[in-house]
């Protein structure tokens, strides 16, 4: 299959029905002419032959090239073009006029104009011109796409990473700061100004530097870069924080692969923390003190007996009590209807 020419590949974006090119010129003859040539080429084109009203039509309507004689009376292709610039409309405009002179063209290409073409021209050279500035035309058109695109890619991120409770914070190949989100003020009390290529440790502190050197640093990705790595910090007031983070390396698209820097989440995970300690602290004091009650001590299920857990001494009073299938059970309240004696001297 053969590639698609420049106007070949306009016309698979633009109706053929659909006039995206304005002439404007006084001589309604000449206009009629370079409209059936470019008809005859599927470029569907209108006319206009005054300037002022070409100026309207323009603002009004969205056309894509303008086809513009530059000696009109009234108001002149010059004036047509400051217009066009005044108000920044978005068209590709080719100049037609018999002057040739560096005094005439140079003002001509200053107020934006795309092309010139000096009269008379071959109609191929129109030709061509039209199918360069159409697919220039598309070809912006395409690349604001992306832009705003970007732009809208860009904007959600930063409300994302910045509308995150957590401190996001990327590196350089240094270990220096050169971003940290807004979340930096509610966790550490200080702005990210003031961190803007300061080295890591400067927010952390020396005393942990040797310890967080290669994680909240990090090089490595993957599998083995860290995540969830947790450690105690002191603050400057020796007010105790538990911080939880994540990070990974980061490396340029070129072949060598270079170290660019590192990117890294961390979370203040410190009332979950204390309290989860707390209770494996509370836990492991009722542990002690079931396991090494002199008493026999057990646990079991109130709904069916079922035995959970026994101290040391339990096991040895079930030893001694033997194996007889009744009295471990009636020891151990399966009988439902000991069981439901026993629970209700406990309600009571």
């Known amino acids: 299959m053969r590639e698609l020419d420049g106007d070949a590949r306009y016309h698979r974006m633009v109706a053929t029905d659909d006039p995206q090119i304005l002439i404007v010129d006084d001589d309604l003859a000449h206009a009629t002419s370079v409209q059936s040539l470019l008809a005859a080429h599927d470029y569907p084109a209108a006319i206009e032959t005054d300037g002022a009203q070409a100026i309207a039509r323009l603002t ?29 409309l978005d068209v590709k405009s080719i100049v037609l006029s018999g002057e040739s002179a560096v005094s005439t063209v140079t003002p001509i290409l200053r107020l934006g104009a795309y092309d010139y073409l000096t ?52 590196l ?37 530097e040797a310890a967080l050197t290669h994680r909240f640093n990090e ?25 939880e983070f994540s990070a990974r ?10 170290h660019t820097g590192t ?21 492991r004091k009722f542990y002690g003190l079931f396991m090494d009650s002199p008493d026999a001590v057990f646990i079991t299920r109130l709904d069916d007996g079922e ?27 399966r009988n439902t209807q000991a069981r439901e004696q026993f629970v209700a001297q406990l309600q009571a």
């Open 60 to 88: 009004g309507c969205a056309f894509h090239v303008l086809i513009l004689d530059l000696n009109m009376p009234g108001t002149t292709g010059f004036d047509v073009l400051e217009g066009i610039g005044q108000a920044q």
């Open 119 to 170: 009269k008379p021209f071959e109609p191929q050279q129109l030709l061509t011109s039209v199918a360069n500035a159409l697919a220039h035309f598309a070809l912006e058109q395409q690349n604001q796409q992306m832009a705003a695109k970007v732009a809208a890619d860009s904007e959600l991120h930063e409300f994302l990473v910045n509308a995150s409770p957590d401190l996001i914070y990327m």
């Open 172 to 208: 350089d190949e240094s270990g220096r700061f050169n971003f940290v989100n807004e979340q930096l003020p509610t966790i550490f009390d200080m702005q990210p100004e003031a961190l803007q290529g300061q080295h890591w440790s400067t927010l952390l502190g020396p005393e942990l």
């Open 219 to 243: 090089r490595r990705t993957g599998n083995r870069a860290t995540r969830n790595y947790e450690f105690d910090y002191f603050s400057p007031s020796s007010e105790h924080r538990i911080f």
């Open 249 to 258: 390396g980061l490396y340029d698209e070129s072949a060598d692969k270079r």
């Open 263 to 283: 990117y890294g989440v961390l979370r203040d995970v410190t009332e979950a923390r204390q309290i989860a300690r707390q209770l494996e602290q509370s836990q």
């Open 307 to 333: 035995l959970l857990e026994g101290n040391d001494n339990f096991r040895h009073v079930k030893w001694k009590l033997g194996a007889v299938e009744e009295t471990t059970d009636a020891f151990l309240f």
